[in-house]
């Protein structure tokens, strides 16, 4: 699996957007990035994922660059709920491809 | 309600002793993982498996062991092997079809 950079950290105020970068520059054409999120003493809770579309949900969207060597994920209205590790990977969609590797992540910090 | 189960919340070891978590999924799942997580910072895996009766290691296999007789069920053995045992280990799943890892609420172990 190709290999992700993330910020260690990052704040933003309650209301505002959350934008969180992933770089992943070596990114082959059959992965998808993903986007989680971990609570403290939780486990990972899945956000979205895309191959080279844009993507949205209910939590939030993700943008992928046109080349694919990065893209941002967006929480449209931070909360306090929302403060949390927010890990960027990239995989192949098909889970016998193999195995899936977390790096440290963001930290994102909402702010009152 | 469909998820991963872990169990205990809490384990402690002592000194020389064998210890294992259990992991338990009602999702109907083929693919299974074990992540290790040190305070502040990301998750390394530790063994998955993709079918029954078959797992692969991980970035740091040394000092666990695993077992997959049934699908529904990865538990992990920690051997008086791992010298530094004390952690916090997530079980997932994976959604054969969109790759997605679902997982458990986590065990925090540690060395008494």
């Known amino acids: 699996d190709a290999k992700t950079t993330q910020p260690p950290s990052m704040d933003c105020a309650e209301g505002r957007a959350a934008n969180l970068p992933c770089n992943h520059s070596t990114i082959s054409g059959n992965e998808y990035v993903y986007w989680y999120r971990q609570i403290h003493s939780q486990g990972p809770q899945y956000i979205i994922h895309g191959l080279k579309n844009n993507e949205t949900n209910e939590m939030a969207s993700l943008i992928i660059t046109e080349d694919r060597k990065s893209s941002t994920l967006i929480l449209p209205h931070a909360t306090l709920r929302d403060t949390a590790v927010y890990y960027c990977i990239v995989k192949q969609e098909n889970t016998n491809a193999g195995k899936s590797t977390f790096g440290d992540g963001t930290t994102l910090t909402v702010k009152p | 309600d469909g998820g991963i189960t872990q169990s205990p919340k809490y384990l402690f070891r002592k000194e020389g002793q064998n210890v294992t978590l259990s992991c338990e999924q009602n999702?109907?799942?083929?693919?299974m993982y074990w992540y290790r997580q040190d305070p502040g910072q990301g998750l390394r895996l530790i063994y998955y498996s993709q079918i029954v009766n078959d797992f692969q290691k991980g970035d740091i296999a040394e000092g666990y062991s695993v077992s997959r007789e049934k699908k529904e069920s990865f538990p992990l053995t920690v051997t008086s092997a791992q010298k530094n045992p004390t952690a916090f280990y997530l079980c997932a799943s994976s959604d054969g079809a969109r790759g997605k890892l679902f997982f458990g609420s986590g065990t925090q172990l540690s060395v008494l």
């Open positions: 999702l109907n799942h083929d693919a």
